[in-house]
C-alpha cells in the first residue's frame, strides 16, 4: 500500500499566520473576538473557542477595549470605517495576497473602469474585495458573464482561490463583452500550487483523499478537480469519515487537503487511513 501525500497539503501561509495571530491574542488579552470564523475548518474553530476567541454578528457586541482579530479573507471597508469609530483594537489578519487584491481593485475603480470580479457570490472573501469599487459586478460562471451587457472599459480580478479552468473560460465570455479588458490574475500562488499537485496526483492515484470543510471554497475546489481526473475521489472532514470498503484493492492512494485544513488533522487521517489498510490486509 502506497500513501502520498501533497506536498504542500493544508495551510497556506495566509491562514497559518491568521490562527497564529488570533492564538497570540487570546493568551495575550484572555479573549478576542471575529466576525465569523477565521478560517473555513470546524476543528480549528473548535480549537480556538477554546483558547478564547469568540465569533460575535456585530461589533456592537464587543466590549469597550477588547480586539477583535479581522480574518485571513479579508474585511469589508464599511467594516473597518465601523471598527475605527469604536473604542476597540483592531487586528488585522488579512491575507496579503487578499490584500493586493484590495488594493489593485481600488487602483482600477479609480482609473473609471467596471470591476468585474471573478468569484463565488457572497463569499467572505468576494464580500471583502467588492466593498473596494463603487458598482462591482460579481460573476461566478461563464452562463453569468454571458448574461452581461457590453461595456466600454472594464477591469477584471478574481477570488484568490478560483480554478484557473473557470477564470479562463468566464475571461473568454468577457472578450466578447468588453472593448477595453484589463485583467489580473488574482489566482494566488498556493491555490495554483495546490491545483497543479491535486491534478498529477490525482491521475497516479487509484484513489484520492481531500481533507477539508465541507464549508471550504478552495477543499471543495480541491475535490472538484480530483475527482474530474478520479472517479475515487472522497472529501473528508476527519478520519471518522473514512469507509474501510473504499480502500478494498487500493494500491496508491493520495491525499490534498485546503488551505483551512491543520497539519495534524492530515495527519490524524493519514493514520486512520493506515489502519484501515493494515486490518484489510490481515
Known sequence: ?????????????GVRDAVKLAFEAAEEYGNVYMLGDVVHNERVVENLADAGAKVVDSLDEIPDGAPVLFRAHGTATEVWDQARGKNIRIIDATCPLVQ???DEVRRTSEDGR???????????EVVGIASQARTPIVVATPDEARQL?????????????????NVQAIINVLMTKVYDLHFVNTICFPTKRNHEQIKRLAAESDLMIVIGSFTSANSKRLTQLAGERNADTYQVTGKDALKPEWFDGVNKI???AGASTPD???????A???EICAELVV
Open 1 to 13: 500500500m502506497e500513501i502520498t501525500v501533497a506536498k504542500d497539503a493544508g495551510y497556506c501561509f
Open 100 to 102: 493586493d487584491i484590495h
Open 114 to 124: 467596471q470591476v468585474i470580479i471573478i468569484g463565488d457570490h457572497g463569499h467572505d
Open 149 to 165: 451587457r457590453k461595456m466600454k472599459r472594464a477591469a477584471v480580478v478574481s477570488q484568490s482561490t478560483q480554478m484557473i479552468e
Open 254 to 256: 493520495g491525499i490534498s
Open 264 to 270: 495534524e488533522l492530515i495527519a490524524e487521517v493519514r
Open 272 to 274: 486512520g487511513i493506515e
